[in-house]
Structure formats: structure tokens, C-alpha cells
T-cell receptor
Framework: NAGVMQNPRHLVRRRGQEARLRCSPMKGHSHVYWYRQLPEEGLKFMVYLQKENIIDESGMPKERFSAEFPKEGPSILRIQQVVRGDSAAYFC???????????????FGPGTRLTVL | AQSVTQLGSHVSVSEGALVLLRCNYSSSVPPYLFWYVQYPNQGLQLLLKYTSAATLVKGINGFEAEFKKSETSFHLTKPSAHMSDAAEYFCAVSPRGNNDMRFGAGTRLTVKP
């Protein structure tokens, strides 16, 4: 069973360009989470999605950032008109369907390191 | 709302010494608690988790953590540090029946020879 896959692993963009980060959850997992890790800081929750639904986006910046988890295909975190402050590591995690509250473990991907020049 | 506080952003121990990484949580409902480890340029790997069974939880690589409700703590320990334990460690909390997880700021463990 393959783990959580993220691509690309490294992404370089110039200011004003768009960044698209992809996350394929573990097989059988229907919950996806995105986190951002700034240098020397911990993980900050951004958004929680289930298939075709955004459940909690309280950690997402109000502008330029969006996320989706379509019925088919990977989850996408999209950052429009990137700025230097967007440079960070972006981690995706997945968890299986919540059954009786016993499946809260999140499994993390290797991350995408975004550098904005 | 739930949160965790990790005391000490950097901890340094000698090889063979006890490792103690502190985590205190705040939660309005009985929580699930987790410790993750992150090696340089890698994602997070689950070390162990508490989900209301035994209060002393054993994880991988010789780590264990004890849930103490009276102290709202979930400190991570390892009797004898190894050089390969050098990494960033994150404590996290999740309300039961809910996939919402919040992470602490992390503690960077350095192991000296």
C-alpha cells in the first residue's frame, strides 16, 4: 500500500506565477489535509477536505489560496500570484473514513517545498 | 478549541542520556494525542498515539509517552538517546471523533556524541 504521494517535491516559481501542489492520499483514505510549514516553525493547518467537499478551511489565507479534492484524481492546493512569503514546505496528510472516532491518525506525505524567487 | 504547547524549542542531550520532550494540551473534550517525528527534508512520521486505552503508550524506536490527565500532559521519553534520534518532534491533539488536528510548534532534538 503506497503512502501519501505529493508532487512535485520541489517547485520554484517567480513572483506572480501560479503554484499547483498535488496530493494523492493513501488508498482507501477519503480525508485530506493540507499544512504549511515555514522555516523554523511548526505545521500550520490550512484546510481539510473530503471528496468533493471542503470541510474546514479556517487556516487558509482569504486570498490567492484554494484547494479541491475532486471525485477522481488528487487533491490540489493552488496558490495564485505567489509572493516570496509563500515560500514554505507544504504537507499533505490523509486519513481513512472516520468510523467511531477511531481513525484520527493522519499519514503524511513527503511535502512539496515551494520557493518563490 | 484544542491546542498543544511544546515546552522548549530546542533540546540537546548526550548520546545514551534520557530524552524528555514536553507537551501540554488543552482540549474541551477528551483528546487523542500524537507524537510525530520529522527528519530533515522529510515528511512527518507517526511515533505513537494515545486514544484512551492504556495511559502509557509505547511507540517506535524505543519512544514512549504517558498521558496524564491531571497535568494535561503527554510528554515523550526515551531512556537512552541515539544519534539517529536527532530530528524535529511534534506533539499534536485531535478531539475524539473528529479529524481536526492541531500541532505544537515542534522541538528540535540534538544528540551529542
Amino acid at each position: 500500500n503506497a503512502g501519501v504521494m505529493q508532487n512535485p517535491r520541489h517547485l520554484v516559481r517567480r513572483r506572480g506565477q501560479e503554484a499547483r501542489l498535488r496530493c494523492s492520499p493513501m488508498k482507501g483514505h477519503s480525508h485530506v489535509y493540507w499544512y504549511r510549514q515555514l522555516p523554523e516553525e511548526g505545521l500550520k493547518f490550512m484546510v481539510y477536505l473530503q471528496k468533493e467537499n471542503i470541510i474546514d478551511e479556517s487556516g487558509m489565507p482569504k486570498e490567492r489560496f484554494s484547494a479541491e479534492f475532486p471525485k477522481e484524481g488528487p487533491s490540489i492546493l493552488r496558490i495564485q500570484q505567489v509572493v516570496r512569503g509563500d515560500s514554505a514546505a507544504y504537507f499533505c496528510a490523509s486519513s481513512p473514513m472516520d468510523i467511531g472516532g477511531s481513525t484520527d491518525t493522519q499519514y503524511f506525505g513527503p511535502g512539496t517545498r515551494l520557493t518563490v524567487l | 478549541a484544542q491546542s498543544v504547547t511544546q515546552l522548549g524549542s530546542h533540546v540537546s542531550v548526550s548520546e545514551g542520556a534520557l530524552v524528555l520532550l514536553r507537551c501540554n494540551y488543552s482540549s474541551s473534550v477528551p483528546p487523542y494525542l500524537f507524537w510525530y517525528v520529522q527528519y530533515p527534508n522529510q515528511g512527518l512520521q507517526l511515533l505513537l498515539k494515545y486514544t484512551s486505552a492504556a495511559t502509557l503508550v509505547k511507540g517506535i524506536n524505543g519512544f514512549e509517552a504517558e498521558f496524564k490527565k491531571s497535568e494535561t500532559s503527554f510528554h515523550l521519553t526515551k531512556p537512552s538517546a541515539h544519534m539517529s534520534d536527532a530530528a524535529e518532534y511534534f506533539c499534536a491533539v485531535s478531539p475524539r471523533g473528529n479529524n481536526d488536528m492541531r500541532f505544537g510548534a515542534g522541538t528540535r532534538l540534538t544528540v551529542k556524541p
